[in-house]
């Protein structure tokens, strides 16, 4: 198969999604917001690619226009904006456990670090 017949069965898919299409867009655009607030968290970006590809593949078109059809699914059926909403539960669930695990880090590595200033 050539780069273009999968460029044009892929548009073709697009254009004939099935009628289940926006229903699973929607619950795999709603499926991001339990990946954001469910331990182990996971940033907006990581969540929304991960519902991407999953939509894609079941509906056998790209990952952009699986994304489209998220983001449109979504504010038809929550009035609001997809990013917007990932984004906020992003802030609220995966930033402080996020920066915790950062401060756990330096912390663990500090007394390390001045061990071996002591012995300079």
Do not use: W
């Not at 709603?30 to 940033?43: D, F, N």
């Not at 939509?55 to 609001?80: P, R, V, W």
Request: with cysteine; hydrophobic share 35%; charged share 30%.
């Amino acid at each position: 198969m050539s780069m273009n017949q999968m460029r044009e069965g892929l548009i073709n898919a697009e254009q004939t999604l099935p009628d289940i299409a926006r229903t699973r867009a929607l619950d795999c655009a709603e499926a991001i917001g339990e990946l954001i607030q469910k331990a182990p968290t996971q940033p907006f970006y990581k969540a929304y690619d991960r519902a991407g590809v999953t939509l894609s593949k079941e509906l056998g078109i790209t990952q952009n226009a699986a994304k489209d059809l998220m983001k449109e699914t979504f504010a038809q059926y929550h009035g609001k904006d997809l990013y917007d909403y990932g984004k906020a539960l992003e802030k609220q669930h995966h930033i402080p456990v996020r920066d915790a695990e950062t401060a756990a880090r330096k912390a663990k590595k500090q007394p390390l670090q001045t061990k071996t200033q002591s012995y300079a």
